[in-house]
């Protein structure tokens, strides 16, 4: 009965997600590129800044670094889901906005598959764009309106290999989709001037591929040291991009259309990699630091301009990022509830993938904390995030954001015996 339901929740929450797409940001920064791309740790890591790639433990879930799943008990199934809510407030030019947004995050599961062999599968997001404002031109008494909702997402499956003791290697495989409308509006408080809408959408159904590695080496008694290795192949994602031209005339209210302008090939996959590794000392203390690069800027962009709708570079750029992270429990074999709680706090600074006009687009620094509470063989992680997202001569942009994380640790595969 308990591989029915978690079986259902599972698929049930996956499913949802995959149809309704909803966007998770209300940032205008969104329009630009594939969106703001997600956080993609998972509960037991985002109070640690995100730390993943060291990251390795059979009561947790680490689709970031898959080699990871080959450490999950041969007697355990593993199921975590999230959510989150967050509140931003945004200042540009002495103007302030706060906004809220809240959002299901992530459904995964893991369990052992083969001796020495770990399964994941699940959905992450991957990016989110949302985003309605409007820009007023005084001088020509021209208003143009910005808007677009959207997202992409990875529904994912993987294996983790423990191929000799202390070494491990992984994959994933998702299937990468998701689609954008954006809209720009030009409007003239002269009424004898055509009001110009501008369409622009695309959709993606494509792949993405993944792959891990994982080491561990026992410094001494009291220290275990892994090194992670991760890797994202790049490739074109074989989606089309259209954009579309409207005049009306706001005296007869007619309209007009141009004929579509498309491009094929329009969106690609960066190749990227990371690094990083964690130093667990007596089974209590847990620090680590990640890096990782994307290189976007290798990559084209459709832009529409005066010389028409093309694949443009210098769009994207390359982004680093990199995280610090610490997991503390004050004793683990303590009866005492606050002695079995984990105590985290992470930081992490990343820089802008695309640019906005020529300039850097905004860079983002987070800084975690967060508690990863026992219940019984399962887990409850609730963490807070301050993120600042800014760009010189742009809007800045603070977010605070609460997650939740529930990490189910069931015994599915154990074997009773009646006497």
Do not use: C
């Not at 007619?254 to 302008?261: G, M, R």
């Not at 079995?340 to 850097?360: E, L, N």
């Not at 990863?372 to 605070?400: C, D, H, L």
């Amino acid at each position: 009965m308990n591989k029915r339901i978690f079986g259902v929740l599972l698929i049930g929450m996956i499913s949802v997600k995959a149809m309704a797409q909803e966007s998770s940001t209300l940032s205008p920064y969104s329009q630009y590129g594939l969106g703001v791309l997600a956080d993609q740790s998972l509960g037991s890591t985002r109070g640690m800044g995100g730390l993943s790639f060291g990251v390795r433990n059979g009561r947790q879930i680490n689709m970031q670094n898959p080699a990871s799943y080959s450490a999950v008990d041969s007697l355990t199934m593993l199921f975590d889901i999230g959510m989150s809510g967050k509140i931003t407030n945004m200042k540009e030019g002495g103007k302030s906005l706060n906004t809220k947004t809240g959002n299901f995050d992530y459904g995964v599961a893991s369990f052992r598959l083969l001796k020495n062999v770990g399964l994941g599968v699940g959905f992450v997001p991957f990016s989110s764009i949302g985003y309605d404002y409007e820009s007023v031109d005084n001088t020509t008494s021209t208003s143009e309106g910005y808007s677009g909702d959207g997202g992409f997402s990875q529904l994912f499956l993987g294996l983790g290999w423990e191929f000799a003791k202390g070494f491990s290697v992984g994959f994933n495989f998702s299937y990468f989709w998701g689609n954008y409308d954006k809209a720009v509006v030009v409007v003239n408080s002269d009424a004898t001037v055509n009001i110009v809408t501008r369409s622009y959408t695309a959709s993606i159904h494509s792949y993405k591929l993944d792959f891990g590695a994982q080491w561990q080496h026992l410094l001494n008694p009291d220290n275990l040291l892994t090194v992670g290795f991760v890797t994202s192949i790049g490739h074109k994602l074989n989606a089309r991009a259209e954009v579309q031209t409207v005049t009306t005339n706001p005296q007869t209210n007619t309209s007009s259309a141009e004929a579509p302008k498309a491009l094929d090939n329009a969106f690609s996959m960066p190749w990227a990699f990371g690094l990083g590794a964690t130093l667990l000392h007596k089974n209590r203390l847990t620090v680590g630091a990640d890096y990782s690069l994307q290189r976007w800027g290798a990559l084209d962009y459709p832009v529409y301009d005066s010389s028409g709708y093309t694949m443009t570079g210098n769009y994207y750029k390359d982004r680093h990022k990199v995280v610090t992270g610490v997991d503390w429990i004050p004793n683990p074999m303590s009866r005492k509830f606050l002695s079995q709680v984990h105590y985290r706090f992470g930081v992490s600074y990343a820089t802008p993938y695309f640019k906005i006009k020529g300039t850097d687009g905004p860079s983002e620094l987070t800084m975690s904390a967060g508690f990863g509470i026992p219940v019984s063989r399962s887990m409850i992680n609730i963490s807070g995030q301050w993120v600042r997202s800014a760009a010189k001569g742009y809007i800045t942009e603070n977010t605070f954001r609460i997650n939740i994380g529930l990490t189910f640790n069931e015994r599915w595969f154990a074997k009773w015996k009646v006497d």
